[in-house]
């Protein structure tokens, strides 16, 4: 069956500090992968989304990046965090539906 | 781009009664889907809609795809404590999706 892995639960960093997030899907091969941020318990905002190895497509101008290192594996990262990259942060994988991970809570302070 | 208007925001019930959300876009859709999110948690799918005026129920829950694919319905009926949370209609196009701003449900027991 699968399944969407993503890490840590909550996060906290300082200004300035790097930032790695790390989503993982098994039981799928060449899935769509996608990153989202959602503010305040609203809408969710598409930051990024890969349809394969090394092929990442950004939505919004930001201070984030996101790679695609292998099939099954999307990294949301940031050489100096912000106080506005606080937020929640949803990886999700396509096909089949549009399944989304348990989300990581990052505040930064 | 794209933008779907989700309404109402919010909504506060008594248990038991029906509810009713929809969402509307500019854009036509070629698949709406309705997600309900947990607090800390992330959105899980409750109906996918694929065609032009299907009808779909899961439960006590109720959706439509508008015909003229640019709307969709969510309706929950006999609501109870559990259906708390917030509620985000999707429409898919291409490899994304687009949400609305979400419904938070409130139940008054």
């Known amino acids: 069956s699968q399944t969407i892995h993503q890490w840590p639960a909550t996060l906290v960093q300082p200004v300035g500090s790097p930032l790695s997030l790390e989503c993982t899907v098994e039981g799928t091969s060449n899935p769509n992968l996608y990153w989202y941020r959602q503010a305040a318990g609203r809408g969710l905002q598409l930051l990024f989304y890969?349809?394969?190895?090394?092929?990442i497509s950004s939505e919004v101008p930001q201070n984030l990046s996101a790679s695609r290192p292998q099939d099954r594996q999307f990294i949301l990262s940031s050489k100096k965090l912000l106080l506005s990259d606080s937020g929640f942060y949803l990886c999700?994988?396509?096909?089949?539906?549009?399944?989304f991970g348990s989300g990581t809570r990052l505040t930064v302070v | 781009g794209q933008q779907l208007n989700q309404s109402p925001q919010s909504m506060f019930i008594q248990e038991g009664e029906d509810v009713s959300m929809n969402c509307t876009s500019s854009s036509i859709f070629n698949t709406w889907l309705w997600y309900k999110q947990d607090p800390g948690e992330g959105p899980v799918l409750l109906i996918a809609?694929?065609?032009?005026?299907e009808l779909t129920s899961n439960g006590r829950l109720t959706a439509q795809f508008g015909i003229t694919r640019k709307d969709s319905f969510l309706n929950i009926s006999a609501s109870i404590p559990s259906d708390v949370g917030i509620y985000f209609c999707?429409?898919?196009?291409?490899?994304?999706?687009?949400f609305g701003q979400g419904t938070r449900l409130t139940i008054n027991p």
């Open positions: 999700a994988y396509s096909p089949p539906g549009y399944t």
């Open positions: 890969s349809v394969g190895i090394g092929q």
């Open positions: 809609l694929y065609k032009a005026g």
């Open positions: 999707a429409g898919r196009g291409a490899q994304k999706l687009v």
